[in-house]
């Protein structure tokens, strides 16, 4: 791989992985909370 396509791909696959990190930061949140919803 020649660093040109590394430092054009590297902000893309930052970008990617930001959003699954808060998809799944997301459905976390959305699991504690029925979960919150059942036990309350």
Known sequence: ???SV???SAPM???CH???V??????A???A???EHWYS
């Not at 808060?22 to 459905?27: A, E, T």
Request: proline share 0%.
């Open 22 to 27: 808060i998809v799944r930061m997301y459905s």
């Open 1 to 3: 791989m020649s660093a």
């Open 18 to 20: 930001r959003s699954w």
């Open 13 to 15: 696959f930052l970008n």
């Open 29 to 31: 949140i959305n699991w």
């Open 33 to 35: 909370g029925s979960c």
């Open 6 to 8: 590394i430092a054009w």
